[in-house]
């Protein structure tokens, strides 16, 4: 079974600090890794992309892959309350695959 | 922005009914998909659909789902006879190849 893990929390930070979200993946076969926010009783929604090793930088938000690790991570800059929000890491193996979800992780921006 | 809309929003059924899902993907996109989230869980896989045919399904897919494009735009989850653990918001997605989901609102299904 190809999982993909992510650490529950909550995860709480305060407005304007730096909020990092980790995600690992066991399938060392997946090509494509994604990140999307879901408010509470809603669809996710794709905020990033990445599909080679290094830093993608889009906005306040920097995601960084790791293939040698399985690790993904998803940094938010300048955290806003509007961020607050249930964080899913997601990957695929190729491009005709479908999108296999972690649990996410649910983020709180204290004002 | 293009978006996937789907219906309805939220239904209730009883259990042994049947239901149908709706969803109209990005016109453009050319793969189709339907995901569940139960409460409190997380977001799993039902189906894929390429080229008018399945071309993937989960364990969680069993006899009692169909999928279907009968007229090019609208793609509909069927649910045969509903069990009360069917209770779940229902996600229709379509993708440009590799580029990510775009997901619809959700149709929240209730099963009594």
């Known amino acids: 079974q190809k999982e993909v893990e992510q650490n529950s929390g909550p995860l709480s930070v305060p407005e304007g600090a730096i909020a990092s979200l980790n995600c690992t993946y066991s399938d060392r076969g997946s090509q494509s890794f994604f990140w999307y926010r879901q408010y509470s009783g809603k669809s996710p929604e794709l905020i990033m992309s990445i599909y080679s090793n290094g830093d993608k930088e889009d906005g306040r938000f920097t995601a960084q892959l790791n293939k040698a690790s399985q690790y993904v991570s998803l940094l938010i800059r300048d955290s806003q309350p509007s961020d607050s929000a249930t964080y899913l890491c997601a990957v695929k193996r190729t491009s005709y695959d479908k999108v296999i979800f972690g649990p996410g992780t649910s983020l709180s921006v204290i004002p | 922005e293009p978006e996937v809309t789907q219906t309805p929003s939220h239904q209730v059924t009883q259990m042994g009914q049947e239901v149908i899902l709706r969803c109209v993907p990005i016109s453009n996109h050319l793969y189709f998909y339907w995901y569940r989230q139960i409460l409190g869980q997380k977001v799993e896989f039902l189906v894929s659909f390429y080229n008018n045919e399945i071309s993937e399904k989960s364990e969680i897919f069993d006899d009692q789902f169909s999928v279907e494009r009968p007229d090019g735009s609208n793609f509909t989850l069927k649910i045969r006879s509903t069990k009360l653990e069917d209770s779940a918001m229902y996600f229709c997605?379509?993708?440009?190849?590799?580029?990510?989901?775009?997901f619809g609102s959700g149709t929240r299904l209730t099963v009594v």
């Open positions: 997605a379509s993708e440009e190849v590799g580029a990510g989901y775009t």
